[in-house]
Every structure is written in C-alpha cells, then in structure tokens.
C-alpha cells in the first residue's frame, strides 16, 4: 500500500450535550452528529449545502441474557471523540481499475450508557458517508442479540426511488421506479413481477437502495463489509418519508447475535449530482478489509463459456433420468432410464471444450454433471446432490484429462438446493474433489428453502456461510461464484477469490419471463453497487422459439445491446452464455465477445441516468485495447461518446458493432452492422442506439498506415 498521508488527531471531550461536525476532503459534504438533552444520538448529511439526510436516529434495541430488553436509543453521553482522516492508495487483485484511492476524513464517537459503551464510527469521503457501531469487550455487554437496530434515514424530499420488495430469500426481482411515498401502495405489483413467489411479511425494500431528488441528487444507500450481521432491507415510512434499517431476521426472531468486541457492517450513503459520480464509486470497496491471502497469483478474471443456456431453451435437462424410477415409487435412481436428453454428457462436454479451445474461452462451466437432480424440484425440493458422484454419461477423468490438453478448465457447479446444512457437512470433500480433478472454480447455487428451516437467505446465519465458502475456497485455491447468494457489500476485496455473485434478475429470466429493457440500465445502480455480478451475459439469438416452439419468449434486448453488457456490467468473470452453434451463425458479432478483457486498468463512465441509459469506456488491463459499451432502455437514443482518455496523437481503429437503423428490441432485435473507423483523443461519435439497443466497440492501436488505409476518419 503506498500511504500519501495519515494523520490522526484524537481530542478528548466529557461532553453531555454536544454537536461533532466533520467535511469531507473536497469539503462538499458535510456531516453532522449529535447527542441531545435525553442523550439521543442522531447524524444528519449534507452535500453542496443541500440536505441529504435530515436528522436521524442511530442505535438499538437489544436483548441481554436474564436481563431482557435494554433500550440503547438514548440515555447515552460522549466519552471521547477522536478525529482522523486517511489518504492511500493501494491496488486490487482486479477489478475496473488497477489503484484505488482510499481518502477520507473521520470520527470516532465513543459513547456511553449505563456503564455500557457504544462506538459509532464516521468515514466521510467525497462521494459518500460510511458508518458503523463498534462494540469493544466490556463487563455490561458481552453476548447481546439485536432486537431491532434503530438506524434511520430521514429523506430530505419524496424521491424518485428505484426499488425491489425487502425480501428475505431472494432479489431476483425486476426493480420498481415510484416515488418514496408510492412503495408502500406498489407493493403488491412489484411481488408479482416475480415469477417465483415468495411470502415476504414485510413493507421493506432491498439495498442498494437508489434514489433521485426533484433537484438532482443521486443518493445511493447500501452497506459495506457484511459480515457475521443479517443483511440491512429498509423499512419505508411513506407518510414522513423516513427510511430505517430493517435487518433480516434468524429462526428465532433475533435480528442479530453480536459478542463483543464487535462491530456491524458499514451503513453507506453515496451522493452526488452526477449520475456517473455514484457508478465510479469505490466507497464500499474502500470500506472493505484488505486481503489478506498471502499468494493470490492463482486468482484470475476468467471467461467462460457452458452447458447451461441449452437447458434454458428447452433443448436438454440437468436430471440424466427419466424419472421411471419415481413413476415405480423407487428413489434409487440407478433403476431408472436414461432420459436421452441430459446434456452434461461426455460427448456433448467435449463439444463445448473444442469450442472454448478454439476461440480463447478459459473455463467450461457443466451443471447437471452430479447425481441430485432426479429427486430435486417439486413441492418437496428434498435433495441429495454429494457433488462428487457424476451421472454414468459424464467421466470426469477422461473429460479433465480431454480439458487440460486444449488448455481449457472445466468449471464445477454445485447447486445446494439451498439445503446448506448438507452442503457444509459435504463441503471438504467437494472441494477435495475439486482439487483431485484439477477444478480451480465453482458456481454455487442456493435455490429453495434454507434448510436449517426457517434460516434465511439475507440472515446471520447466511451470511456466515457464503463467507465461509469463500475462506474454505481459498484455502483449496478455488475460485468462487455464487448464485442466490446475499447481495455483494464489497467482500471481494477482502475475499478476492469471491469473483462474482448472481443475486439479482439475471439472463435466465429471459428465457423464463423475459426481462425489461430498461433493467440493465438499473442494476448498475443497484446491484453492482456491492460487487460483480455474474449476469451471464451474450444471448444472440434473442428469439427462443428458434430452438424450441414452446419457448415464447425473447431477451429484452437487441443482439447488440448484449455486447455492450460484457462493458456495462462489471465482472471478472463473465460468461458467454449462448451456445456454440449459435456463436458459429453470428461469427462476426462473436468476435467483440472474443475480444473483450476481463479486466481492467481503468474505468471512464461517460454517461448514466439510472433507468434511462449508461455508457463506459475501459482500458484492458496492461494494454493498449479499450472496450465501450453503451445500453439504453426502452426508448431509441444518441449516444454521445468521447475519447479524451486515449493517449494523445495517435490513431486507434474502433470496430463498432451497431444496432442497424431498424433494428428494435421486439420486432427486429437481431439486426446489426460492424464497421471500422479511425479515431484519435479528440473524436467524437454520435451513436445511435436502437430501442432496447446499445452499442460495443474495441478500439486498437493503429500499428501501421496500412492498417488504417481506406478508413473513414472520424
Ligand atoms: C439458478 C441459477 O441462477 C442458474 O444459473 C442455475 O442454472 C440454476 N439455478 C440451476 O442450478
Ligand atoms: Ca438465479
């Protein structure tokens, strides 16, 4: 870490009733905490002079052991205050750009009550705010269970909100736009734009919470470093336009086990009044711990192509079995015959593996490869996935040793069911396997029930195993992808094996209900505020009846708008989710997939409105090759895209793989055009991006004059 400065400054005060302000280092927000007459602790934000938190409430309520209830929300006094700021610079293992800067001015608060002391911690960077309460290890508080954590945001105005129903088990929502004061009366239809229905018992929403002010403020609230804590919904008052943490709750009703010393996630509020401001930045990342692994020369950004969409499209089954053997009332599946439709076959792998070996893919993702399937699904979901017995079809060792001599790796999955319990006692020897077999990757899957019953997925308990799939990963060098999983709160820096997680409405919910198109201009936004997203991206045939009559349904998407994804949303892991025969059909539109990195030196957003449209430029990592991506929603846009981040005086060849002008996300999606031009620093391109549409380009150094030789310059 190169450390430009660090100072600290610690002041003590004896105070009852007292105000502590604190400016962030470019001094444009500006935070206030208080404690008044009943020792009622409160903070309020704001930035540019303009409110963006009013005052609200901090602390708890928790229950202790034979002592019951104890009211942490006020009574309290300050003990000592101590200010202190930070600014370095250090370098992720990966990530949209090659240093991050960690600046920011802060204040510790120490408290008291009653003989119990409470921290509550500040850290004011220019683009947002970060606080958490610290518990040291003390006589009067020791193990405690969260009651209720009593954290408001009191909104300075009734917003435009972008928002998903605060549901225990799941995100795979498509998001909302209302005003604050319509989420409550929303409510109902935002649950039924999910296909999968859960009972959800609560008025919350989820974070990352986004919003915009009448007056342009983009304020995004979320939380940093999730760790042994249930995940933070927000409670919605709509009449006072109040906003409160609403923690996910365990088997018990506890809203949190804490042993001191401890200390909850980061509460993040990111702020700006430029859009793009909220995308580039890196406050929850900079809130993370720093990885601690000692060699990580084995973690690398990966793209990776899979048995997976063919299923989505009806063309073959995860389960091997004809499920004769259930018909006969007999659970051994070994009785049962083989469906001819299972497509983690020897054969069928193999394809897939030539395929990856022959444009540059480095892993085969296989799902459907282990016995569990046949007795998974229906009312029961019981399941009995060992993740280390594959079906007759499907030889591991002849498959590894058919990979490693194409220089391709196979990618293992482990759907749990969501029977987590099973999945931990079998963890070991999963990854053992792994390692055996020369897997270096999982995807992990938790659809269903929780067993422990009545665990959920955004809980403690939760929370707690992703982690410790994550740490256990590491120790076996295997790299992680989970799906299902708790929403990312900036873990992979500190787990940076985490690659990425699903946990939100990804690409298979084009096949299952399809997608809106203005979704992808939200989740950045939203989701990826806390990490990459494992989206499962490059969907070119968009119409699913091509290979299947009873697949109605279609992306909503243009083709194109599907290559901007590999730009837009953010991954070192990203898949080329369609299948080979189809990349074969669209060969010259395949190759933007082909050339695109993975990761990156730098990250340019040139564009963003949430829900409208994003545009972003990025510089490969240790070359001379940058990728754009641009998406709009629903509506036909001109893109406005510049170049001032080249380096000056040279000519680049920019392919630009473009919506045509008649292309349209319903009616014609799969219509597009590629045409080279010549560009310098000083270009400017006016773009058209059809409805639904987009545009990718890759832009290359121009080597030579001949290279750029008939060439329109732009
Ligand atoms: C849901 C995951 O998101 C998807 O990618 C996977 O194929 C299925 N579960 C089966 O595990
Ligand atoms: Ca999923």
């Known amino acids: 870490m190169r450390t430009i400065i660090l100072t600290l400054c610690i002041c003590f005060v004896r105070l009852s009733v007292s105000a502590q302000t604190l400016n962030s280092p470019d001094g444009n927000l500006n935070l206030v905490f208080n404690i008044d007459q009943q020792g009622i ?59 991050i800067r960690n600046n920011y001015k802060e204040i510790l608060i120490e408290l008291a009550n009653d003989g119990r002391l409470m921290n509550i911690r500040f850290r004011l960077f220019n683009d947002g705010l970060g606080f958490r309460y610290e518990f040291n290890k003390q006589e009067k508080l020791y193990d405690f269970i969260v009651k209720e954590e009593i954290t408001e945001f009191n909104l300075a105005g009734d917003h435009k909100a972008f928002w998903i129903p605060g549901d225990y088990e799941t995100n795979e929502y498509v998001y909302m736009t209302t005003k604050v004061s319509e989420i409550a009366t929303n409510r109902e239809k935002a649950i039924k734009r ?31 470093a999730l760790v042994d804590y249930p995940a933070m919904h927000l409670n919605v008052d709509v009449d006072n336009l109040k906003l409160s943490s609403h923690l996910v709750p365990d088997t018990w009703g506890g809203r949190g086990d804490v042993s001191t010393p401890g ?46 969409w063919e299923m989505f499209v009806g063309k073959g089954t995860w389960n091997y079995t004809d499920d004769s053997h259930i018909k006969l009332g007999k659970t051994d599946f070994t009785k049962a015959k083989p469906n001819g439709t299972h497509s983690a076959n020897t054969e069928n792998v ?31 979901r019981a399941n009995f996935f060992d993740f280390v017995t594959p079906y007759p079809d499907f030889d591991v060792k002849e498959l590894q040793h058919y990979a490693a001599n194409k220089g391709v790796k196979i990618m293992m999955h482990h759907e749990t069911g969501a029977s987590v319990a099973n999945y931990e006692r079998k963890l070991y020897d999963a990854f053992q396997f792994m390692t055996d077999n020369g897997y270096n990757a999982v995807k992990t899957g938790y659809v269903g029930w929780i067993k422990p019953k009545g665990e959920h997925h955004d809980g403690q308990w939760m929370v707690n195993h992703y982690i410790h799939v994550a740490n256990t990963a590491a ?49 950045p936004f939203t989701r990826l505020m806390g990490g990459p997203m494992d989206y499962t991206p490059g969907i070119l045939q968009t119409i699913f009846s091509y290979y299947n009559p009873k697949k109605t349904k279609q992306a909503g998407t243009t083709l194109v708008k599907q290559l901007a994804y590999y730009v837009t949303i953010y991954s070192p892991l990203q898949m080329a989710a369609d299948l080979p025969e ?54 036909a846009r001109t893109a406005n895209i510049k170049f001032g981040y080249l380096p000056a005086e040279k ?64």
């Open 41 to 99: 602790p409160t903070y309020k934000l704001n930035y540019k002079g303009k409110e963006v938190i009013k005052p609200s409430k901090l602390g708890f309520e928790i229950i202790l052991s034979k002592l019951g209830v104890i009211d942490l929300t006020k009574g309290f006094t300050i003990v000592n205050t101590t200010y202190s700021s930070e600014d370095t610079i250090w370098e992720p293992v990966w990530g949209e750009q090659k240093e």
């Open 194 to 224: 999910i296909k999968t229905q859960w009972p959800i018992e609560n008025t919350a929403v989820q974070t990352p919470f986004m919003m915009k002010s009448d007056d342009g403020l983009y304020i995004n609230i979320h939380e940093a």
């Open 263 to 308: 200390k909850t996630p980061w509460r993040t509020i990111i702020v700006s009044d430029d859009a793009r401001n909220i995308l580039a930045s890196k406050l929850i990342l900079n809130l993370n711990d720093p990885c601690t692994f000692k060699d990580v020369s084995w973690i690398k950004p990966t793209k990776y192509i899979g048995v997976w």
């Open 350 to 380: 193999k394809r897939y593996i030539d395929f990856a070996s022959k444009h540059g893919f480095d892993q085969v993702l296989v799902e459907g490869w282990n016995i569990g399937w046949e007795n998974w699904g229906g009312k029961v």
């Open 475 to 523: 120790k076996y060098k295997i790299m992680v992808n989970s799906h299902e999983a708790v929403r990312p709160t900036g873990l992979h820096r500190t787990y940076p094996n985490w690659l990425a997680q699903e946990s939100a409405r990804g690409t298979e919910f084009e096949a299952m209900v399809g997608m809106p198109p203005e979704h992808t201009t939200i989740l």
């Open 582 to 635: 189809t990349y074969d059909r669209f060969a010259d539109a395949f190759q933007f997939i082909k050339d695109v990195a993975v990761d990156w030196d730098d990250t340019y957003i040139l564009e963003a409105e949430p829900g409208d449209y994003i545009t972003i430029a990025r510089k490969a990592k240790n070359k001379n090759e940058w990728f754009i991506g641009a998406i709009t929603d629903e509506n």
């Open 651 to 714: 000519q680049y060849i920019a392919t630009i793989y473009e919506d045509s002008k008649t292309a349209h996300w319903q009616t014609n999606p799969m219509s597009y055009n590629i045409r080279k031009v010549v560009i310098t620093n000083k270009s400017e391109l006016k773009q058209y991006l059809a409805p639904g549409g987009g545009v990718a380009i890759s832009l290359k150094a121009a080597s030579n004059k001949s290279e750029t030789k008939g060439l329109k310059k732009l």
